[in-house]
């Protein structure tokens, strides 16, 4: 079972800040926060990851809480081109026995 | 990051037959994966195939049906075999970062019609 839950849809107009939430309550000491997203017909694209620090790059901010509970992805300037669905995951790091579990994700339409 | 190819893009084929999907990249890698898409689902991992060794499959997915090949450390494929339309997906593969940090790097995808 996939362990963080997210909104299934999000709509944001093109130039805002999209802000995409994730709640991962029973996340554990060791583990990781990931983002991907999926453009449509295209292969999974990562974004970024962090384990209890913001995190920041040139795609994306990521905050999460201090009780690391939850997190948001941050697209500070939001174009069409990020019309995709965004997959939030948590998993130990460097842990090469552990694979990534894909939830449904949430949708996240750019409207212009 | 990899550079990750996959062969055919998109294919249609008959009920019954198999298909062979490539999957290249363009470094050295100790772990790739498959994955299936169904339409308008989340991702769902079929098997991890290691250089060397026999790939492992995860849980409702059997190696008759999928069977896998990884000759060396930049190629694998994976075999549709005796497909009926429920295998209707994008197949993808998938390697994790061979430069050391922990992330996945993931194909175009396979898409694959069964009619």
């Known amino acids: 079972d996939a362990k963080t839950t997210q909104p299934p849809s999000m709509d944001c107009a093109e130039g805002r800040a999209a802000n995409l939430p994730c709640n991962h309550s029973?996340?554990?000491?060791?583990?990781?926060v990931y983002w991907y997203r999926q453009i449509h017909s295209q292969g999974p694209q990562y974004i970024i990851h962090?384990?209890?620090n913001n995190e920041t790059n040139e795609m994306a901010s990521l905050i999460i809480t201090e009780d690391r509970k939850s997190s948001t992805l941050i697209l500070p300037h939001a174009t069409l081109r990020d019309t995709a669905v965004y997959y939030c995951?948590?998993?130990?790091?460097?842990?090469?026995?552990?694979?990534?579990?894909f939830g449904p994700g949430t949708r996240l339409s750019v409207l212009p | 990051s990899a550079v990750i190819s996959q062969k055919p893009s998109r294919d249609i084929c008959q009920r019954g037959t198999s298909l062979t999907i490539q999957c290249q990249v363009d470094?050295?890698?100790?772990?790739m994966f498959w994955y299936r898409q169904q339409p308008g689902q989340s991702l769902t991992l079929i098997a991890t195939?290691?250089?060397?060794?026999?790939?492992?499959?995860e849980s409702g997915f059997v190696i008759d049906k999928f069977p896998i090949s990884r000759p060396n450390l930049t190629f694998s494929t994976l075999t549709v075999s005796n497909m009926s339309p429920e295998d209707s997906s994008i197949y993808l593969c998938?390697?994790?970062?061979?430069?050391?940090?922990?992330?996945?790097?993931f194909g175009p995808g396979t898409r694959l019609t069964v009619l």
């Open positions: 998938s390697v994790r970062d061979p430069f050391g940090t922990d992330t996945q790097y």
């Open positions: 029973t996340i554990s000491g060791n583990e990781y």
């Open positions: 962090g384990l209890k």
């Open positions: 995951i948590v998993r130990v790091a460097n842990n090469y026995g552990q694979n990534f579990v």
């Open positions: 470094s050295q890698v100790t772990m």
């Open positions: 195939a290691n250089q060397g060794s026999e790939a492992t499959y």
